[in-house]
């Protein structure tokens, strides 16, 4: 009798759990989890600004999953890789790999070479766009005219107007925003990668929040 008990217990225990996961592959989300109440140390999402569309993915496993940011920690700046395609192509894109099943990508937003920006993932959700800082950080993709990846003027202004904001509200310092190549060692995005001082006259546009280091 004692043998059977233990073989029923083990047939109804729940299986151990595995640490196989690789964040920069992300593993398919058989559900979609509820996004948690803040915790007092983690900065919530913003109201989306007038000034953006916001245009989300339907939820899927392939580009909007529906996970918990588990908090914002940076901003990564990406190019779409695409010349002369449009954010809202971008974002149908990313919208129709439910359908296609072709890869497993996203970003939080979009611009256009006009200035157009698109909110495609909530800011309080994970995009796949960043690898392991996929959990951590919030990404755009701009869109540009050629294999150059330099961006328009509008597109570069719209950049600069987001990213602001973002320092802004989750109160981020200089070496928050970064490019995907800073992360994952990636051409991207191309024209700041190839002339980096391009990308410090960026990175010198923006206010940034005060460093805690010096107020303490």
């Not at 640490?19 to 900065?43: K, L, M, Q, R, Y």
């Not at 993932?121 to 050629?146: F, K, Q, W």
Request: proline share 9%.
């Amino acid at each position: 009798m004692v043998l059977i008990s233990q073989l029923v217990l083990s047939f109804f225990a729940e299986p151990e759990a595995t640490a196989d996961h690789d964040p920069s592959t992300p593993t398919p989300s058989p559900t979609v989890t509820a996004t948690p109440a803040p915790t007092p140390d983690v900065i919530g999402p913003p109201a989306t600004p007038e000034w953006v569309q916001e245009n989300l993915l339907d939820i899927n496993e392939y580009s909007r999953p529906g996970i918990a940011l588990e908090q914002v920690n940076g901003v990564v700046v990406h190019y779409t890789g695409n010349p002369g395609t449009t954010a809202e192509q971008n974002r149908s894109y990313f919208n129709n790999l439910a359908q296609t099943h072709e890869t497993y990508a996203s970003s939080n937003f979009v611009i256009g070479m006009d200035g157009t920006i698109i909110l495609c993932v909530p800011m309080d959700e994970v995009a796949y766009c960043t690898g392991e800082r996929n959990y951590d950080t919030l990404s755009i993709e701009v869109c540009h005219p050629d294999d150059t990846g330099e961006f328009t003027q509008e597109a570069y202004d719209a950049l600069v107007r987001l990213v602001q904001f973002l320092i802004d509200h989750y109160q981020l310092q200089r070496e928050d925003i970064l490019r995907h190549y800073d992360v994952m060692g990636k051409e991207c995005p191309r024209w700041f990668v190839e002339h980096p001082e391009d990308w410090q006259a960026f990175l010198d546009e923006f206010t940034y929040a005060p460093d805690p280091e010096d107020a303490a």
